[in-house]
């Protein structure tokens, strides 16, 4: 939810204007302790020389494989960077700014002061190309023909160029957002003026740049009201409004098509909270992925749950599964209005969350000193928070006598300027495009030094007496030489090879009862190998009286109240559970849970949400019961307990430990504090706290 210039007003912002309170993730501080942060940036000084040497990488046309995103050798290419300003406000504001928009480009790409971009999303506003007064919402059509020639040509044209001689890839987004309803209601019509507008932009500029492989395009920035407040995969009234905007944003799909075969991004109603929409139907054409915004005002990012699309539309309920997801705009700045927050209460999560996956690319917002939040300060101005006035209308305040004037980099829990940064640095050579692309034979065998990136969500899946099942997800190679293989280790030993298209491998010959530590490294043609990424894992015990049965009493009280047993009546998930409540999960390895011979099977890796609703007077009991058992056993330090008022990790609320066989975990309401009066009682497991396992849930009651 962008708004350069000035704080937004109306009932929209409200709602965001609240603290974010604090989450349950490890602080990044240590992170930013590291040798990636040595000299300048570790004390917060200024950010050196303009126009240094670049980092750059190939930027070849991309294309979409599934939710992946591939470069024509057919690596997986993930992109992270940094959202600029609009480059006309920049240009028409240096001597306040302190930089015109080409120098921000150079600043921002000098390898020798540490700046790893390898994305750089460029906002193209309607309020600049036709000369409105900032912090406005133009009306439509907000300029014409010619005015968009003149931006063009003497603002974004040398930008565009800028990235392509400095090899980071280059986002056009048409940054409308503001003040102009999409269409009149949820039953639509659209707005066909509105839709006009951002057609004539795109049959200009989208064969302008048709030969610039480095360049993508953003097709509309964030589409306002009618908005989609819950989930569209459950909600119909929420499928209806994606369904208009289908209606109202396929022609401008269809004409970039008509010119052009650069990647298109794609937003949706509520600003770009809610990418989900694709999960209902997805836009027709070639290479197209979705956006996402999301700042530590939204409920999402309150309750540290990006995936939960029920939670008034804003999370993304593993749309990153399905197709590519980018992550166009997010920051944090404390005491900055709707930014308000941390990176303790959410910048660490939140950057955490965006590397889940491959399939997620992102772009902070902002690298800017003025447009919040800001990743940096003006000490060369007297004072840094002034207005830096109004170019089109009204005068310019000088602070930049000759430019460039150097910004200074924001530090600290309440900034995101070095968390950025220190991010970008820490994954450069993550998810680039190989230097063979789109010629030759693409292997590049004889120069590859640079071995794959590490597997990651290695997780077990299955263990008996003798053997462990596990299963991971797929290295890249940005070498040139490609994936090979896997190397599995027991115990730092090698085990076996799998080759690359495997992602999965059982260990036998094992003993019962014996806990082992399995590893798995990824190996590409020219022999370079990564680190190896592991986790533990116990074998099953022996069946000690030869039944085949677990001798644990599975026996459920004549008087416990059962809220769910999972025997397949009802069926998970109907939404329904013994009780007659609501129930539900989602962003799980294997999505809802599935059930397998009377067990709830939950697959996670730092994700995934579960829901059994009560809703009814509980007074007469005093304990809840959970029969689980746990692929690794220990799982109770893995997810929080969220029950009538409260919300701690299982560990800290019960003596009971999870076992790799099933067995009951009692968690006392007095000894928790957790109260059976409160009001809209329910039993709720987040998994957001960093672990990966699989857990088994065969029962929960109340006794």
């Known amino acids: 939810m962008t708004d350069p210039d000035r704080p937004p007003t109306g009932d929209r912002v409200a709602s965001l204007t609240n603290r974010v309170t604090s989450g349950d993730g490890q602080s990044r501080r240590a992170f930013l302790k590291s040798s990636v942060l040595t000299g300048a940036l570790a004390f917060g000084v200024g950010t050196g020389a303009l126009g240094g040497a670049s980092a750059a990488i190939p930027t070849p046309p991309l294309h979409r494989d599934g939710n992946l995103i591939k470069d024509p050798d057919g690596n997986t290419v993930t992109l992270r960077g940094v959202n600029i300003a609009d480059p006309k406000r920049i240009n028409e504001t240096a001597q306040a700014r302190g930089m015109t928009a ?4 150079d600043m921002l790409t000098d390898e020798s002061n540490g700046w790893y971009p390898r ?16 912090g406005s919402g133009p009306p439509v059509p907000a300029f014409n023909e010619s005015e968009l020639e003149s931006y063009l040509s003497n603002h974004l044209d040398e930008v565009v160029q800028r990235c392509a001689d400095r090899g980071v890839y280059c986002i056009i987004d048409y940054h409308r957002h503001r003040d102009v309803q999409w269409a009149e209601g949820q039953d639509g019509p659209v707005n066909t003026e509105l839709q006009d507008e951002v057609d004539m932009f795109w049959d200009t500029v989208a064969p302008r740049y048709a030969d610039q492989s480095h360049v993508l395009y953003e097709v509309y920035n964030e589409p306002t009201e009618p908005g989609m407040w819950e989930d569209p995969t459950t909600t119909q009234w929420v499928a209806d ?46 290479d197209i992925a979705y956006t996402f915004h999301i700042y530590p005002g939204h409920n999402s990012s309150q309750s540290q749950n990006w995936e939960d699309a029920s939670n008034n539309g804003e999370g993304v309920a593993g749309v990153y599964e399905q197709a590519p997801l980018f992550v166009t705009e997010f920051g944090w700045e404390e005491n900055a209005g709707q930014y308000i927050g941390g990176t303790d209460d959410f910048g660490t999560a939140f950057l955490d969350f965006l590397e889940k996956s491959e399939a997620i690319h992102w772009t902070a917002w902002c690298a800017d000193p003025v447009w919040r939040p800001v990743m940096f300060s003006r000490p060369f101005a007297e004072n840094a928070d002034d207005s830096i006035g109004d170019p089109y209308n009204g005068t310019v305040p000088e602070a930049c006598s000759e430019l460039p004037c150097e910004w200074e980099l924001t530090t600290g829990s309440g900034a995101m300027g070095d968390d950025i940064k220190a991010a970008l640095e820490q994954y450069r050579n993550d998810g680039i495009p190989g230097e063979g692309t789109g010629g030759g034979d693409g292997n590049g065998d004889d120069e590859d030094t640079t071995p794959p990136t590490a597997p990651t969500s290695l997780s077990v899946e299955s263990t008996t007496e003798t053997s462990v099942d596990v299963s991971w997800s797929a290295s890249t190679d940005s070498g040139g030489s490609g994936l090979d293989s896997y190397v599995v280790s027991v115990d730092g030993s090698e085990d076996q090879t799998v080759p690359a298209g495997t992602t999965s491998a059982t260990v036998d010959g094992l003993s019962a009862g014996t806990s082992y530590q399995i590893g798995v490294s990824a190996v590409d043609g020219a022999g370079n190998e990564s680190a190896a990424t592991t986790v533990a894992a116990t074998t099953s015990e022996s069946d000690d009286d030869g039944t085949g049965e677990d001798d644990d009493d599975e026996t459920t009280p004549a008087d416990a109240l059962v809220v769910n047993d999972y025997d397949g009546d009802p069926a998970w998930s109907s939404n329904q559970n013994d009780l007659g409540q609501w129930c539900g999960a989602g962003s799980f390895e294997n999505g809802s849970g599935e059930v397998d011979d009377g067990a709830l099977v939950l697959e996670y890796d730092n994700a995934g949400w579960f829901v059994e609703q009560i809703q009814q007077d509980i007074s007469d009991y005093s304990s809840l019961v959970i029969r689980v058992s746990g692929a690794t056993g220990g799982e109770e330090d893995d997810f929080l307990l969220d029950m009538g008022g409260t919300r701690d990790l299982l560990a800290n609320l019960t003596d009971d430990s999870i076992s790799t066989s099933a067995s009951n975990v009692t968690v006392g309401f007095e000894s928790a504090g957790i109260d059976p009066s409160a009001g809209g009682l329910s039993v709720r497991l987040n998994f957001w706290q960093g672990g990966s396992s699989t857990l088994e849930i065969e029962e929960i009651r109340l006794e």
């Open 102 to 105: 080409t120098q921000v480009i």
């Open 119 to 134: 994305m750089i999303r460029v906002p193209v506003q309607p309020v600049d190309i036709g000369e409105y007064e900032p």
């Open 241 to 286: 409004i994606w369904q208009l905007w289908l209606e109202m944003a396929q022609p401008w799909v269809d004409t970039i098509r008509s010119h052009a075969d650069n990647l298109i991004l794609m937003g949706s109603p509520s600003w770009s909270q809610s990418p989900e929409g694709a999960l209902v139907e997805e836009f027709d054409g070639e």
